[in-house]
């Protein structure tokens, strides 16, 4: 007998180098061989248990670190608390606005669109004319047979030789429709120092088989300038 040893493949236990199984295992031992990873299921031998418990201190130390730290954070749960109240200081400030634009928008609006332009004169329809050259029986609608005559009254003397007359029809809706005479084609002679002014067409028949029945609008002009306006209707009889 020596005092040689021989460790065992799978269990690392020292063994006289004389045994030919191990006593610890009773695994086989191999004369001149160097002790090589176990077969059986787990390792056994020290390096191996050695690594594998520095892996296990390892995780071990990490986990107990990172609670470790968590531990010394606890202002994340408050975060959420105080942004609750910055949301309703911002929602009260639009309504103060709001008020304060409207009401200087209607009321700039209203005023510069309703007013037509004033005219200095006026226009009147009938079938007679007096010495003054002005209506005596005022009528607005003239069928077959009957005079048709008008006459203009200004605030002012004309102060020119002639007026223009312009006839247009009057759509169903109040619009302008279709120029019937042009006031440069339809020159009047007048008085330029009179204001007044007045003229018979003769049967309003003759209108209305030319222009047809339906609402018109004489526009007087003197010159570029529109100094009145006036409607009749021509109708059957």
């Given at each position: 007998?020596?005092d040689?040893?021989?460790?065992?493949?799978n269990?690392?236990?020292?063994?006289?180098?004389w045994a030919?199984?191990c006593?610890?295992?009773?695994?086989?031992?191999?004369?001149?061989?160097?002790?090589?990873?176990p077969?059986?299921?787990?390792?056994?031998?020290?390096?191996?248990?050695?690594?594998?418990?520095?892996?296990?201190g390892?995780i071990?130390?990490?986990?107990i670190?990172?609670?470790?730290?968590?531990?010394?954070?606890?202002t994340?749960p408050?975060?959420?608390?105080?942004?609750?109240?910055?949301?309703?200081?911002?929602?009260s400030?639009p309504?103060?606005?709001?008020p304060?634009?409207a009401?200087?928008?209607s009321?700039s609006v209203?005023?510069?669109?309703s007013?037509?332009?004033?005219l200095?004169?006026?226009?009147?329809?009938?079938?007679?004319?007096?010495?003054d050259n002005?209506?005596?029986?005022p009528?607005?609608?003239?069928?077959?047979?009957?005079v048709?005559?008008?006459?203009?009254?200004n605030?002012?003397?004309?102060?020119a030789?002639?007026?223009?007359?312009?006839?247009l029809?009057?759509n169903?809706?109040?619009?302008?429709?279709?120029t019937?005479v042009?006031a440069?084609?339809?020159q009047l002679?007048?008085?330029?120092?009179?204001?007044?002014a007045?003229?018979?067409?003769g049967?309003?028949g003759?209108f209305?088989?030319?222009?047809?029945?339906?609402l018109y609008?004489m526009?007087?002009?003197?010159?570029?300038?529109l100094?009145a306006?006036?409607?009749?209707r021509?109708?059957?009889?």
């Amino acid at each position: 007998m020596t005092d040689e040893t021989v460790d065992c493949f799978n269990c690392g236990r020292a063994n006289p180098e004389w045994a030919q199984v191990c006593r610890s295992c009773g695994v086989a031992l191999r004369h001149g061989e160097e002790r090589i990873a176990p077969t059986g299921r787990y390792p056994t031998d020290r390096d191996s248990l050695v690594s594998i418990a520095a892996v296990i201190g390892t995780i071990a130390l990490a986990v107990i670190l990172g609670l470790f730290i968590s531990s010394l954070n606890p202002t994340d749960p408050s975060v959420g608390q105080n942004g609750d109240p910055t949301p309703t200081a911002t929602t009260s400030a639009p309504p103060s606005e709001a008020p304060s634009v409207a009401p200087t928008a209607s009321v700039s609006v209203a005023p510069s669109v309703s007013e037509p332009p004033a005219l200095s004169g006026a226009v009147v329809f009938g079938t007679t004319l007096d010495g003054d050259n002005q209506v005596t029986d005022p009528t607005e609608t003239f069928t077959p047979g009957m005079v048709f005559a008008h006459s203009i009254t200004n605030s002012e003397p004309f102060g020119a030789a002639a007026i223009g007359e312009q006839v247009l029809r009057i759509n169903d809706d109040g619009t302008d429709g279709d120029t019937i005479v042009g006031a440069p084609q339809n020159q009047l002679s007048v008085d330029p120092a009179a204001s007044t002014a007045g003229f018979v067409a003769g049967d309003a028949g003759n209108f209305v088989r030319s222009w047809g029945t339906g609402l018109y609008e004489m526009r007087i002009f003197v010159g570029e300038t529109l100094i009145a306006r006036g409607q009749f209707r021509l109708a059957e009889g």
